[in-house]
């Protein structure tokens, strides 16, 4: 009854910028930490950005300074950005939420299908 829905990805030129969003739906009472991970090719997953409840953000190492993540509660919403995007920012790009559904008690962790960026001329 949770479904978290990625969009934005696809192709986008070396330097250039991308504007991920992540809309979470369904029966949720609350929603405490959201976030995005990737994970390319030979690689392991990595955290991007994940963002509190209350705003408060927290970058992986390789992309620091580069990106943004915000979101808008009323919207159950996350967003990515960023910026001077390589060819090693290849990667599927994944949603996450910590969500208390509505009924029960506790936060678990919902997750998105994915959403593809490629960075290539």
């Known amino acids: 009854q949770v479904q978290l829905v990625e969009s934005g990805g696809g192709l986008v030129q070396p330097g250039g910028s991308l504007r991920l969003s992540c809309a979470a739906s369904?029966?949720?009472?609350?929603?405490?930490?959201m976030g995005w991970y990737r994970q390319a090719p030979g690689k392991q997953r990595e955290l991007v950005a994940d963002?509190?409840?209350?705003?408060?953000?927290n970058y992986g190492n390789s992309v620091k300074g580069r990106t943004t993540i915000s979101r808008d509660n009323a919207k159950n919403t996350v967003y990515l950005e960023m910026n001077n995007l390589n060819p090693e920012d290849t990667a599927v790009y994944y949603c996450?939420?910590?969500?208390?559904?509505?009924?029960?008690?506790?936060?678990?962790?919902?997750w998105g299908q994915g959403t593809q960026v490629t960075v290539s001329s």
């Open positions: 369904g029966s949720i009472f609350s929603i405490n930490a």
């Open positions: 996450y939420a910590d969500i208390r559904r509505i009924g029960l008690g506790v936060h678990h962790d919902y």
């Open positions: 963002i509190s409840s209350g705003g408060f953000p």
